[in-house]
C-alpha cells in the first residue's frame, strides 16, 4: 500500500481484505523481474494507491444482498430429511471526499482534502456435518452389533489377557470378550465421565453394516465484516505535499454449536476475532524539476484471537490427576482422539492468539540526469510477534490396536475397535504440552540503487542493485533455543555411548542473542533490456537475484526448552498396557526448564528446531526473454520464455529413520529390551527400565524424536552441518507461451 510498506503473505492480503473495493483509486501488479526498489520478496508484487479528495464533493454508495429464498434445498439435506438452510449474505458500504472546509475558521480547497469509506459484510452460512457417534449398545460396552463394511462382527479383545503365546515364541495372544462385550466396571473412569458431554444420540442410520455417519447437523455461522479508509492530503506548496492514511479491518466469525457444552465436538463452538489497523504518513518533495525527494513511515499492526468458547474447563472434573493442571496456561476440555468415531471436545490448536506489529520507513531520492532516471533508497522494518498458541494442551489418542487379536500384533479387518479401546483407557499415544507465550523481534534493512538507462531510440537498459539484511531474532526475555546435532553430550560418559545433539541459548551456546549471526552478503543484482530489433518488433530480455524474507527472522520458535511435552506412554512393548487414561503420567508433568541445563536441556523430548548454521535466506534466479510483433489492426503477438531457479530453501527432515532393513518385524525391531538411559532420562519412551529395541540408540539418542529444519543448497552446502538427505535438491522451473493481444475500440 503507498505509504505504508504493508505486506502480506496471504492471496488477497492487505490490499483485499482491509482496504475493500471503494478505497482503491489504482493498483498495478508485478510478475516478476522488477526492479531493485523491491526486495524481501520473490514472487508477485501488488501495489495500491488509495483514493484521495478533491476540490468537489463527491461520494457513493452501494447494497448487495444474497437470501436462501432465492435458493434451492440440497441433495444432502433432502435426503435426510432436512430443511433448506438459511443463507443471507448483506454488503454494504459508503464513501465520500472533498476539500476541507471548516466555516470561519479554514477553507481547504486547493491545499487540503479529505476522503473516508466505510464497507461492511454480514453472512450467515449454512453449516452441514455429518458425524459418527457410538450407538445406545456400544455406549455401554456392548459390540455385539458392531461389525465391518462386510458385515462381519468386529471381535473385542481383552488387553489385560495379553500372554506369550506357546506355540509360537517371542509372539503374543489375547482371548475375546464374553459376548463381545466390555463390562462397565472395566470402563476407565475418566472415560466414563467423558461419556456425559456427549449431545445428541444418533438420528441416521448411518452406512450400511459399519453404522458410520450416523449424525447429521445443519446450522448456520455467522461472520461479521467491518472495514474503513480515512485519509487526508494536505499541500503546503507546489513543491512539498504529505498525506496521512489510516485504514482498519475487523473479522468476527464463528462456528456452530454442534452440540452444547464443553463437549462440543471438533469444528464447532469457537469464534475468530481479527483486527488489522494500518497506518501511513508520506512526505514528498520536489527539490527541482529533475529531483524528487520521498519519506514514508508505516505502521501496522495485528491481532488473531481464536478460541473455544468452554475456555476455564477442568480435565480435573473428568477424574484426570490434579497435576495434569499444574502450571497451566489456559486449560480446555482435553483432545481424545478416537480412530473411527467422533469424540466430545475441539482440538487445541483452534486456541490462539497472535498480536504483531510492524514500522517501516522508507526513504526514496529520484534524480533525472540526461537519459538516466535515477532511483536510490532505503527501507528500515522493525517486525514484532506476539504469539500463543495452545500454550497448554492435553490429547490422548486410541485406535483398534489396543483390542485387536488373537495376535496384538496382526492388524485383521474385524480384530478390535477404537471406541473399545478408549472406553478401557488403553489408548496409543498421547501428550501433555506446556509452553510460553514469547515476544519475538527482528529488524531488516535494505538498501539500492536503480538506473534507467534510455541508450538511444532503440534500446534501454534498467539496471538495479539492491543489498539487504536482517538483524537476526530475539525475544524480549531470550526465551527460545536452537538445536546442535553435532554438539557433544555429556550423557556419553555415563552410559559409555557417543551421544551428540544439544539446545543452544542466547548467550549460552550461541553468539549473542540473536537466533543466527548476520549475513552480510545478499547482493540482488536485477538487469532488465528492451531492443527495438525493427518497427514493430521488439525484444526484451530480464534477470535477477531476489531474496525472501529470512528464516531466522521475526518467526515462532516453539522449542522443546520452552515448550515441554510429557508423552504418554500406554504401553512399552505396543502390546501390554502399562499407563492407563485414569492415570497418565505417573511420573508427574514436564514443565518448561529453559537454559538452565545448557546441553543437556529437555532430555527425552522431542526436537524439532531449526539448525542455524543453515539456515540460509532462500532466493530466486529469475530470468527471462520475450519478443513482440505488431501484427497490425490493432493486434500484438508476443512469444515468450521465463526461467526460475530456487536455492537455499527451507526444508524438514528425520535424523533418526530407521534404516530400511530393519523396518520389518522379524529384524527384532519390536523386541522389549533394557533400557540404557533408565534413571537417567525423566520421562518418555526412554525413561522406562526397558524399551523396544526400534528406540536403542541412534544419534543423538538421549532424544525422543529428532526432527530438525534447515535451508539448504546444492550449491553450496554448509560442511558442518548434517549431510543433505536425497531429494533435497532446489526445485528449477522453467516456462514458455506465447500470446496474441488485439488492442483499441
Not at 468386529?154 to 506369550?164: C, E, F, G, K, W
Not at 534447515?710 to 506465447?738: D, H, K, L
Request: glycine fraction near 12%; hydrophobic fraction near 35%.
Amino acid at each position: 500500500i503507498v505509504g505504508a510498506g504493508a505486506q502480506s503473505s496471504q492471496p488477497g492480503g492487505v490490499l483485499g481484505k482491509n482496504m475493500g473495493v471503494e478505497a482503491v483509486q489504482e493498483f498495478t501488479v508485478l510478475s516478476g523481474n522488477y526492479s531493485a526498489a523491491y526486495g524481501k520478496r520473490a514472487g508477485g508484487i501488488i501495489n495500491t494507491a488509495t483514493k484521495s479528495g478533491t476540490n468537489t464533493l463527491h461520494g457513493s454508495a452501494f447494497e448487495f444482498l444474497r437470501n436462501s429464498k432465492m435458493d434451492a434445498n440440497g441433495w444432502f439435506s433432502n435426503a435426510s430429511g432436512a430443511k433448506l438452510a438459511t443463507f443471507q449474505r448483506n454488503e454494504y458500504g459508503a464513501s465520500s471526499g472533498g476539500p476541507l472546509v471548516i466555516p470561519k475558521l479554514y477553507d481547504g480547497r486547493n491545499k487540503t482534502f479529505w476522503f473516508a469509506v466505510y464497507e461492511g459484510r454480514r453472512q450467515r452460512s449454512a453449516s452441514t456435518r455429518f458425524f459418527t457417534l457410538p450407538t445406545d449398545e456400544q455406549m455401554v460396552g456392548d459390540f455385539s452389533k458392531t461389525l465391518t463394511a462386510n458385515g462381519v462382527l468386529r471381535n473385542i479383545y481383552d488387553p489385560m489377557s495379553t500372554s506369550p503365546d506357546p506355540a509360537r515364541p517371542g509372539q503374543f495372544i489375547r482371548t475375546v470378550f464374553p459376548n463381545n462385550r466390555v463390562p462397565v466396571n472395566r470402563f476407565d473412569p475418566v472415560a466414563a465421565n467423558v461419556l456425559k458431554f456427549y449431545g445428541p444420540r444418533p438420528n441416521l442410520p448411518g452406512q450400511v453394516n459399519t453404522g458410520q455417519n450416523n449424525f447429521f447437523f445443519q446450522g448456520k455461522a455467522p461472520t461479521d465484516v467491518d472495514r474503513g479508509t480515512t485519509k487526508v492530503d494536505h499541500n503546503f506548496n507546489e513543491k512539498q505535499r504529505i498525506f496521512f492514511r489510516y485504514t482498519i479491518f475487523q473479522n468476527l466469525n464463528s462456528q456452530p454449536e454442534l452440540w452444547a457444552g464443553p463437549g462440543c465436538p471438533d469444528g464447532g463452538c469457537y469464534s475468530n476475532y481479527e483486527r488489522q489497523q494500518n497506518a501511513a504518513l508520506d512526505y514528498s518533495w520536489t527539490i527541482n524539476s529533475t529531483t524528487l525527494l520521498s519519506v514514508r513511515y508505516g505502521f501496522a499492526r495485528s491481532i488473531l484471537d481464536r478460541g473455544s468458547w468452554h475456555k476455564g474447563f477442568r480435565p480435573t472434573s473428568l477424574g484426570l490427576p490434579a497435576y495434569t493442571e499444574t502450571g497451566s496456561d489456559l486449560l480446555v476440555f482435553p483432545e481424545f482422539g478416537v480412530e473411527e468415531m467422533t469424540m466430545p471436545g475441539l482440538l487445541h490448536h483452534w486456541n490462539f492468539r497472535s498480536a504483531n506489529q510492524s514500522h517501516t520507513m522508507v526513504a526514496t531520492l529520484s534524480k533525472v540526469w540526461g537519459s538516466h532516471s535515477l532511483k536510490t533508497g532505503t527501507e528500515i522494518r522493525g517486525n514484532l510477534i506476539n504469539h500463543m498458541q495452545a500454550p497448554w494442551s492435553m490429547n490422548f489418542s486410541f485406535t483398534r490396536g489396543m483390542t485387536q487379536g488373537p495376535d496384538p500384533r496382526v492388524v485383521t479387518a474385524n480384530g478390535g475397535f477404537g471406541f473399545a479401546s478408549f472406553l478401557l483407557g488403553t489408548g496409543a499415544s498421547g501428550s501433555e504440552v506446556h509452553g510460553i507465550r514469547p515476544a519475538l523481534e527482528s529488524k531488516s534493512y535494505g538498501f539500492y540503487l536503480q538506473d534507467d538507462w534510455r541508450v538511444n531510440r532503440k534500446l534501454t537498459l534498467n539496471l538495479g542493485l539492491r543489498w539487504d539484511f536482517e538483524s537476526g531474532l530475539t525475544e524480549r526475555h531470550d526465551r527460545f533455543a536452537v538445536f546442535d546435532p553435532s554438539a557433544p553430550n555429556a550423557l556419553s560418559q555415563r552410559v559409555n555411548m557417543n551421544l551428540t545433539g544439544g539446545w543452544l541459548f542466547p548467550n549460552k551456546g550461541l553468539n549473542g542473542r540473536s537466533l543466527k549471526g548476520i549475513e552480510w552478503g545478499k547482493i540482488a543484482p536485477r538487469i532488465g533490456i528492451a531492443y527495438q530489433l525493427r518497427p514493430g518488433t521488439v525484444i526484451r530480455v530480464g534477470g535477477g537475484i531476489f531474496f525472501t524474507t529470512a528464516p531466522y527472522g521475526a518467526n515462532n520458535y516453539g522449542t522443546a526448552p520452552f515448550r515441554a511435552s510429557t508423552p504418554w506412554v500406554p504401553t512399552i512393548d505396543g502390546v501390554t498396557p502399562t499407563d492407563l487414561l485414569r492415570n497418565p503420567f505417573p511420573n508427574g508433568v514436564l514443565q518448561p526448564e529453559g537454559p538452565a541445563n545448557g546441553l543437556m536441556a529437555a532430555i527425552g523430548q522431542g526436537v524439532g528446531s531449526p539448525v542455524p548454521s543453515t539456515m540460509t535466506t532462500p532466493n530466486n534466479a529469475q530470468w527471462n526473454f520475450s519478443i513482440g510483433q505488431d501484427l497490425g489492426r490493432s493486434s500484438v503477438l508476443e512469444v515468450a520464455y521465463a526461467g526460475n531457479k530456487g536455492t537455499h530453501l527451507p526444508l524438514g527432515w528425520q535424523m533418526d529413520q530407521l534404516a530400511d532393513q530393519f523396518i520389518r518385524p522379524d529384524s527384532g525391531i519390536l523386541d522389549t529390551v533394557p533400557n540404557p538411559f533408565f534413571g537417567l532420562i525423566p520421562v518418555g519412551t526412554m525413561s522406562t527400565s526397558a524399551t523396544r529395541a526400534a528406540r536403542r540408540p541412534r544419534p543423538p539418542a538421549n532424544f525422543s524424536r529428532r526432527k530438525v529444519s534447515r535451508s539448504t543448497s546444492p550449491m553450496s552446502p554448509s560442511s558442518s552441518a548434517p549431510s543433505t538427505p536425497s531429494g533435497a535438491s532446489s526445485p528449477n522451473s522453467t516456462n514458455s507461451g506465447f500470446r496474441w493481444k488485439k488492442t483499441g475500440a
